[in-house]
């Protein structure tokens, strides 16, 4: 089952304009735009709750998270680039670990499959990642 975190943010937003302090909100809003791929919006999330809760330990977790997926992902392009899909693969998939509805990394894992000829695993990750009509 798909986790819907566009839905999981609005709802936070929600929360958010009833009571502006409300750390939870930008905690759960930032691990829903972790998950997303969207890692500057995740990390000015989590900022915004770390202000509320200055010695949330949770949070600064969270944030090391947003920074590790964020390595992932430019050393998953920065191999593929240099012609290395199979270490490509690997960060992506480590960058997905954190991530999981990350666009951009699916897309780049991919490419990496295709540039090495794994076409089955290509269309596979394709077809569970995106949706086509």
Same mark, same amino acid.
């Given at each position: 089952?798909?986790?819907?975190?566009?839905?999981?943010?609005?709802?936070?937003?929600?929360?958010?304009?009833?009571?502006?302090?409300?750390?939870?909100?930008?905690?759960?809003?930032?691990?829903?735009?972790?998950?997303?791929?969207?890692?500057?919006? !995740?990390?000015?999330?989590?900022?915004?709750?770390? *202000? #509320?809760? $200055?010695?949330?330990?949770? @949070? &600064?977790?969270? %944030?090391?998270?947003?920074?590790?997926?964020?390595?992932?992902?430019?050393?998953?392009?920065?191999?593929?680039?240099?012609?290395?899909?199979?270490? !490509?693969?690997?960060?992506?998939?480590?960058?997905? *670990? #954190?991530? $999981?509805?990350?666009?951009? @990394? &699916?897309?780049? %894992?991919?490419?990496?499959?295709?540039?090495?000829?794994?076409?089955?695993?290509?269309?596979?990750?394709?077809?569970?990642?995106?949706?086509?009509?």
């Amino acid at each position: 089952m798909r986790k819907d975190y566009r839905l999981a943010i609005e709802d936070c937003r929600t929360a958010l304009r009833i009571d502006p302090q409300f750390a939870k909100g930008y905690q759960r809003a930032g691990k829903c735009f972790l998950s997303l791929g969207d890692f500057s919006e !995740a990390k000015r999330q989590l900022k915004e709750a770390e *202000k #509320l809760e $200055p010695h949330n330990k949770t @949070l &600064q977790q969270e %944030l090391e998270s947003v920074r590790q997926a964020e390595y992932f992902l430019s050393a998953a392009q920065t191999a593929f680039a240099e012609k290395e899909p199979r270490r !490509a693969v690997t960060n992506a998939e480590q960058g997905l *670990k #954190l991530a $999981p509805a990350s666009q951009e @990394l &699916q897309i780049l %894992l991919v490419k990496a499959h295709l540039a090495q000829k794994n076409y089955g695993e290509a269309t596979r990750i394709a077809r569970s990642a995106f949706v086509f009509s």
